[in-house]
């Protein structure tokens, strides 16, 4: 759209302009090639004098940037906005120029800066899912991977188990600081329930073991997995470089194979030091660790059908426990159930959620109670009514003694 009169031409929509020789700003079209760089805005001419000639352009370009960067809004809103502005174009246009906003906003959030670490001072770790099994009684189990690394020597480690529950974390980590020979000043984990409840609060049995141990708890920001990059790395090389292709009888050949693995890359050229793990590995100076005896603590009240509910499974308990409350501990391999201060039964942890595990001599107890009370004859409530009229009888003695 277009508006002139005398020296003042003002055009309002799609045109093409160059100032100067076109070195600060030229928009053109060239058909034969499919270049159009033509532009959406507000384009004003002015001649106030003889051989004066003032030009000045105000692009959409920067009012729709301006917009999403400061909302985000969606191509549509914007397209709302700009067309009582004098915007001719279409909705696929604004999108494919806003399409270029969010790819570099995208490029700019995959930014990273490599973080290398001091000797001693970091390791990471993190958990990964690897598949579901059936096991020898035919009970179909999940297989998690634990993985760490030391930043600076890139000392890896896995171990393979059936649960990523708190204990299993502990010992898996444990074991991974007996493998290294001990422990770095910090460790860095994603968000995991089993670290960090919530914002500021780290789950307290696994606070109470990075305490006795001597290192401090490290979480990265919330969907910036990057910033554990090498155990990132190390995860994918777990999953293609030893578990692809291979076959293992079961979860302790697993991890028999697996360390014999760690054995042989620790003792390779890394691919970014340029130097080999081990040989690295004395420079670390980590810290002695201690022994941790893992036991998780939770009180419930057992069912009146003689189990207990725990994590999504059952467990049987003795009928005297039945309708009262215990103390469950939880070791990662073994439940103790308690009543009171006795032990009253223990149980291997569930492979997997939604199982009763059950001891044969509580069913038949109870099955032996809920039959005898059944059979147990109740008391009959009774009374009496005589409708009879009885004397007292007093010895003649009474009354001799009165006279």
């Known amino acids: 759209m277009k508006y002139a009169q005398d020296d003042l031409e ?68 914007i397209l709302e906005e700009i067309r009582g502005m004098g915007y001719a174009g279409s909705v696929q246009t604004l999108r494919r120029f806003l399409s270029r906003f969010r790819g570099e906003r995208r490029r700019e ?34 297989i998690y991977a634990f993985v760490m690394i030391l930043g600076y020597s890139r000392m890896r480690f896995v171990r393979f188990t059936t649960s990523m529950t708190v204990p299993f ?127 998780e603590r939770t009180p419930r009240r057992a069912g009146f059908d003689g189990f207990v509910a725990y994590r999504r499974s059952k467990y049987s308990v003795p009928p005297e426990a039945a309708g009262r409350e215990v103390m469950i501990e939880d070791s990662g391999r073994t439940i103790r159930i308690r009543l009171g201060d006795m032990i009253i039964t223990e149980h291997e942890v569930s492979p997997r959620p939604a199982m009763e595990i059950a001891h044969p001599e509580h069913v038949t107890a109870m099955w032996s109670l809920t039959l005898a009370i059944a059979n147990r004859r109740s008391p009959i409530p009774s009374w009496k009514l005589t409708f009879q009229d009885e004397v007292e009888t007093r010895p003649l003695s009474v009354y001799e003694g009165a006279l």
Request: glycine fraction near 10%; charged fraction near 30%; hydrophobic fraction near 40%.
């Open 10 to 77: 003002v055009t309002v929509g799609n045109f093409y302009e160059q100032f100067g020789q076109g070195l600060a700003f030229r928009s053109y079209e060239e058909r034969y090639l499919g270049v159009d760089n033509a532009m959406d805005g507000l384009r004003v001419k002015f001649r106030p004098d003889t051989g004066i000639y003032l030009k000045g352009i105000i692009s959409f370009e920067d009012y729709v940037r301006g917009r999403w960067e400061e909302t985000a809004l969606s191509g549509v809103r």
């Open 169 to 295: 974390l502990i010992e898996s980590q444990m074991s991974a600081f007996d493998y290294f020979g001990g422990a770095p000043e910090e460790v860095l984990y994603d968000n995991m329930k089993q670290v960090k409840l919530a914002a500021g609060q780290f789950h307290p049995l696994f606070l109470d073991f990075a305490r006795t141990e001597g290192f401090e708890i490290r979480t990265h920001r919330v969907r910036r997995p990057r910033t554990k990059g090498k155990v990132e790395r190390s995860v994918f090389f777990v999953r293609d470089n030893f578990l692809n292709g291979r076959s293992f009888r079961d979860i302790d050949d697993l991890n028999a194979q697996a360390l014999a693995w760690a054995d042989r890359v620790n003792g390779a050229v890394h691919g970014t030091t340029g130097k080999i793990p081990k040989e690295l590995l004395p420079e670390e100076k980590l810290q002695k660790i201690v022994p941790y005896r893992v036991v």
């Open 109 to 142: 959030a995959r930014l990273t800066v490599r973080f290398e670490t001091p000797p001693g001072k970091q390791a990471q770790a993190d958990w990964a899912y690897c598949g579901r099994f059936e096991d020898a009684c035919g009970r179909v189990i999940p």
